[in-house]
């Protein structure tokens, strides 16, 4: 064997090992991305059951948005400060999960929930009107999104089973058994 041989096994030895090393390097970049993308879906999944929560805490609060998704401009000053609270958070956590989906990062079949949910919100005349007020917060691209949701005119279903016309004098209350 000549010194020849002896430096082109080497030098094949070395590309092996290159590649082993870039072969590692992605593998380990894939991982870390992934776990990127669960971070961010595991943070804006606390964000959503933490909007959610204020619905179930509070009766009075439960009632002012079931009245607010009939109709944003039959509410008070207060309730309509406490339901453009609701929403613009809502809104703010869509379109989080939106640049996820859009980066990447958040799965064509999770997205697909996303954009059912806000479907189902925004089928509602005052949610609607809500967001005639607020939309000018949020980016051109979002924006587009919510205005393709609502340009299908979805019907309002997310409470149909909820009786919304009932008046509330003949809702039990909070403490009734």
Same mark, same amino acid.
């Given at each position: 064997m000549n010194w020849e041989m002896l430096s082109a096994i080497g030098q094949v030895v070395a590309a092996i090992g290159v590649i082993a090393s870039l072969i590692y390097l992605a593998v380990q970049i894939r991982e870390q991305? @992934?776990?990127r993308r669960r971070a961010g879906i595991n943070i804006l999944t606390a964000q959503w059951s933490e909007l959610v @929560?204020?619905?179930?805490e509070s009766r009075e609060y439960a009632m002012l948005f079931l009245q607010g998704v009939r109709s944003f401009h039959d509410?008070?000053?207060p309730g309509k400060l406490r339901f453009s609270a609701f929403f613009t958070r809502f809104t703010r956590n869509c379109e989080g999960m939106f640049i996820y989906y859009r980066d990447g990062a958040l799965e064509e079949a999770l997205w697909d929930e996303v954009e059912?949910?806000?479907s189902d919100f925004f089928a509602y005349p005052g949610v609607k009107e809500w967001w005639a007020t607020r939309k000018h917060w949020l980016t051109d691209e979002f924006r587009a999104v919510v205005e393709a949701i609502i340009s299908k005119n979805p019907e309002p279903k997310l409470y149909a089973a909820y009786n919304l016309d009932a008046s509330p004098k003949t809702q039990p209350s909070e403490g009734a058994t």
């Open positions: 991305n @992934k776990e @929560k204020s619905t179930q509410l008070d000053a059912r949910t806000m």
